[in-house]
């Protein structure tokens, strides 16, 4: 997900997100600040040193800490105390590609052929098991199908962490220890509650696990026994992975017969100040002059229909709307561009094609100290990016659409290389 000059994630939500996400990347808008093990910290005579704890003092403590809370302590042995550092865990969390390819790059690469072919066979292979998910659920099998494929390619590629060693390192690594802590918990929890085995619990590397990469609170509170064998069986289960997806959404209120998204076209001299950040009813979007592009599954003139208005590449790329289940996919993985991963996948798949428009390929996006640049001159020209950190969120593009609205240009949020040297000057 993500390559933050284009997609809309909402720091604030992320922040809150952190706990109950299920995706494998549950602090995505955060820069990775990857700390080096001091194991011996310089000692001075007249000042006490601080010294880091070791991996080992850490985890121990950790132990201690879910002993304390009643877990088994021939459990946390062989779980907590079993984790060992682990540097490709960091690693991994200092490079999420979702913050670095292309919008375009991501959603190809999302509804890629290959995923495509596979995911039609998948869907006929399991077309029963959709089928009766779909319906006790409202989620439409092709968007389950959808998060199956992009999250693990329908269950090749579900990540050989070791669960405990991997949180533990996130913990120790402090970044998100609090979350790390809470999802080595929760990951207890599930062996206690008898739903898992601890054999079971192997994930990637952000501690989310099975077909659909649920991270262990999300299990806890979510995962579903959809065939009733008293095993949550995540990993090997196709009913219980989808069915835990589908109950997912759905609490986190998926709105049945309600589309993802859909792409439209917009009149000359739109104005793009009303894109990502109004949410209004389709018919008033009409009333814009905002119609569908191709074959819609939704009413134009539908008064209740809600949505936001997404130009994820700019005034020159693709235009969507987003309705309320788009934003209820951001539960799954808070970043707009996986959300339309998925509804291009999920269209693919049932012989559509959300996006019909090109996108701006020739355009270059900006690196971080570009982004912090860019930032910096707006604040500096008096539209308030909210701070400077380098990523392009909705503050920033409103400061964007701001300048760029009072400079004559199309409002759209969007920066590339040409607009990035005419406002950093
Ligand atoms: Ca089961």
Known sequence: MRLFLLSSVLPVFLLSACASVAAPDPVPAAEPQVQTPVVQAPVTQSAPAVQRPTFEAYRDGLARRAIARGHDAALVARTIGAAEYYERTLKRDANQPEFTKPVWDYIRGAASADRIDRGRAEMAEHADTLAAVERAYGVPAH??????????????????????????????????????????????????????????????????????????????????????????????????????????????????????????????GFDYSVSEVETMSVADWARLGVRPANGADW?????????????????????????????????????????????????????????????????????????????????????DTKGVDGLIGPATRAAIRAWQRDNGLPADGYVEQTLYRRIVG
């Open 143 to 268: 968007i389950l199908a959808g998060i199956w494929g992009l999250e693990t390619s329908y269950g090749r590629i579900m990540g050989d962490f070791d669960l405990f060693t991997t949180l533990t390192t996130l913990g120790y690594d402090g970044r998100r220890r609090d979350w790390a802590e809470e999802q080595v918990f929760a990951a207890l929890e599930l062996i206690r509650s008898g739903d898992v085995r601890p054999e079971q619990l192997r994930g990637a590397w952000a501690g989310a696990m099975g077909m659909t990469q649920f991270i262990p609170t999300t299990f806890r509170d979510y995962a579903v026994d959809f065939d009733g064998d008293g095993n949550k069986d995540l990993w090997g289960n196709e009913g219980d992975a989808l069915a835990s997806a589908a109950n997912y959404l759905t609490r986190s209120g998926w709105t049945p017969g309600v589309p993802v998204a859909g792409e439209v076209v917009l009149p000359d």
């Open 299 to 383: 009413t134009p003139g539908d008064a209740r229909l809600q949505a936001r208005l997404l130009a994820p590449a700019g005034y020159r790329g693709p235009k969507l709307l987003a309705f309320d289940n788009f934003d209820v996919l951001m539960r799954y993985n808070p970043a707009s561009a996986y959300v339309m991963g998925i509804a291009s996948l999920g269209e693919a798949l049932r012989g559509g094609q959300l996006v019909t428009a090109g996108w701006p390929e020739g355009d270059m996006g900006l690196n971080k100290p570009q982004k912090e640049a860019l930032q910096q001159a707006l604040t500096a020209q008096g539209y």
